[in-house]
């Protein structure tokens, strides 16, 4: 039945569901993070992301007004407001006096509290607290509430990670910081090696096959093996301690990868219309600029999307050729990590510093994907 037209065979089925999986796998973490960066540490710590959307019930511990708001009425002794913030929505289900008891009273019953007075709450979070006596004291009593929030979505984090200018850790210098590193980090290899790929392609030179040997040789060499010689390069010219030297390290490690998609996707590009260039008299650098560059562009768009991806996401490198103790050439990486460990237990931050950090990449990667599989497959096929 498999071979009948119009069915599916068993293992297009496979693959479409492995497919789909591997989708949803890297799209919930994603999805998380977005979620957990519009969230309070309150509902972080209370429920998880999947569960943003609905009500969430917690147990809290809360307390009434300060005796110095009491009012005399009728001869009673009278404090009574609300138990949740001016701005928080919620409806208690249970309330109780003691943490043995949390959940004894209902709302709108009354807890008696022999000395220290009746105590009256109601769903919204109204009390009244009535005594005979004066009340006493610098603090309120403390009420321990079952209470039900409506889903709830800030915007304080993002305020707090960006625009907040006595926040020193804030991301928006890091990020600043790391735009300066990732776009000439990008553009740089795409230049170079989209001349000598055209140069591997379609010029003819002693020790051309020589130089494509290399070339291939070059991309399994480990990024850490050449890191301390490169620094101790950049230290003795003088350019270890900025961003001139981390541009030229992530060029020299991109080029090896850049040469190589492009002089493949290059060499497929059709001979006759740079033959015809040639005969109607153009130069070998008007053939790149007129012909082969728009050609390439699906590859150009590949590789600069794998270049955009890696050194934005770098760590290794930015510590290694940004020397800097102040702080001014932060990467977002680097200031991440750093959150980690000031401020480790505020999920809220570290999430929204996160999905900050990813933004930039995602919108990328989905603005160049449909170049991404003919840049990679070129050269593959003839």
Same mark, same amino acid.
């Given at each position: 039945?498999?071979?009948?037209?119009?069915?599916?065979?068993?293992?297009?089925?496979?693959?479409?569901?492995?497919?789909?999986?591997?989708?949803?796998?890297?799209?919930?973490?994603?999805?998380?993070?977005?979620?957990?960066?519009?969230?309070?540490?309150?509902?972080?710590?209370?429920?998880?992301?999947?569960?943003?959307?609905?009500?969430?019930?917690? #147990?809290?511990?809360?307390?009434?007004? #300060?005796?110095?708001?009491?009012?005399?009425?009728?001869?009673?002794?009278?404090?009574?407001?609300?138990?949740?913030?001016?701005?928080?929505?919620?409806?208690?289900?249970?309330?109780?006096?003691?943490?043995?008891?949390?959940?004894?009273?209902?709302?709108?019953?009354?807890?008696?509290?022999?000395?220290?007075?009746?105590?009256?709450?109601?769903? #919204?979070?109204?009390?009244?607290?009535?005594?005979?006596?004066?009340?006493?004291?610098?603090?309120?009593?403390?009420?321990?509430?079952?209470?039900?929030?409506?889903?709830?979505?800030?915007?304080?984090?993002?305020?707090?990670?960006?625009?907040?200018?006595?926040?020193?850790?804030?991301?928006?210098?890091?990020?600043?910081?790391?735009?300066?590193?990732?776009?000439?980090?990008?553009?740089?290899?795409?230049?170079?090696?989209?001349?000598?790929?055209?140069?591997?392609?379609?010029?003819?030179?002693?020790?051309? &096959?020589?130089?494509?040997?290399?070339?291939?040789?070059?991309?399994?060499?480990?990024?850490?093996?050449?890191?301390?010689?490169?620094?101790?390069?950049?230290? &003795?010219?003088?350019?270890?301690?900025?961003?001139?030297?981390?541009?030229?390290?992530?060029?020299?490690?991109?080029?090896?990868?850049?040469?190589?998609?492009?002089?493949?996707?290059?060499?497929?590009?059709?001979?006759?219309?740079?033959?015809?260039?040639?005969?109607?008299?153009?130069?070998?650098?008007?053939?790149?600029?007129?012909?082969?560059?728009?050609?390439?562009?699906?590859?150009?768009?590949?590789?600069?999307?794998?270049?955009?991806?890696?050194?934005?996401?770098?760590?290794?490198?930015?510590?290694?050729?940004?020397?800097?103790?102040?702080?001014?050439?932060?990467?977002?990486?680097?200031?991440?990590?750093?959150?980690?460990?000031?401020?480790?237990?505020?999920?809220?931050?570290?999430?929204?510093?996160?999905?900050?950090?990813?933004?930039?990449?995602?919108?990328?990667?989905?603005?160049?994907?449909?170049?991404?599989?003919?840049?990679?497959?070129?050269?593959?096929?003839?």
């Amino acid at each position: 039945m498999s071979s009948i037209a119009g069915t599916k065979s068993g293992l297009t089925w496979a693959v479409q569901i492995s497919v789909v999986l591997l989708v949803a796998l890297w799209l919930f973490p994603t999805v998380g993070l977005f979620v957990s960066s519009f969230r309070t540490a309150d509902q972080i710590s209370s429920s998880g992301w999947w569960a943003s959307m609905l009500p969430s019930e917690r #147990n809290e511990t809360l307390r009434t007004a #300060n005796p110095d708001t009491q009012v005399q009425e009728d001869g009673l002794w009278v404090i009574r407001g609300n138990l949740f913030e001016a701005d928080r929505q919620a409806e208690i289900s249970a309330w109780g006096i003691t943490s043995q008891d949390i959940a004894a009273y209902t709302p709108g019953e009354t807890a008696d509290m022999g000395e220290d007075g009746r105590l009256t709450v109601e769903a #919204n979070g109204d009390y009244r607290l009535v005594n005979e006596t004066e009340f006493s004291g610098r603090r309120g009593g403390r009420v321990f509430v079952t209470a039900s929030s409506p889903p709830e979505f800030t915007l304080d984090n993002y305020r707090e990670m960006l625009f907040d200018p006595s926040n020193r850790e804030g991301m928006t210098k890091a990020f600043f910081n790391t735009l300066t590193v990732v776009i000439p980090a990008t553009i740089i290899p795409i230049v170079i090696a989209a001349f000598a790929a055209y140069a591997l392609a379609w010029m003819r030179f002693p020790g051309r &096959a020589l130089l494509i040997a290399a070339v291939v040789a070059l991309l399994v060499v480990p990024l850490q093996l050449a890191l301390i010689p490169l620094l101790k390069l950049h230290l &003795a010219v003088g350019i270890g301690k900025g961003y001139l030297g981390v541009w030229l390290a992530h060029t020299g490690f991109g080029l090896p990868l850049a040469i190589y998609l492009l002089r493949n996707y290059m060499v497929g590009l059709p001979r006759d219309i740079i033959e015809n260039a040639k005969v109607d008299g153009a130069t070998d650098f008007q053939i790149f600029v007129k012909i082969i560059i728009p050609l390439s562009f699906p590859a150009l768009a590949s590789f600069a999307i794998f270049q955009f991806l890696w050194t934005w996401n770098d760590l290794l490198v930015a510590m290694v050729f940004l020397i800097d103790a102040t702080g001014e050439t932060t990467v977002m990486t680097k200031q991440i990590v750093e959150l980690l460990g000031t401020r480790g237990g505020n999920w809220e931050i570290l999430a929204t510093a996160a999905f900050v950090s990813i933004a930039v990449p995602l919108a990328v990667f989905f603005a160049l994907q449909r170049y991404l599989v003919r840049g990679l497959l070129a050269g593959s096929v003839k």
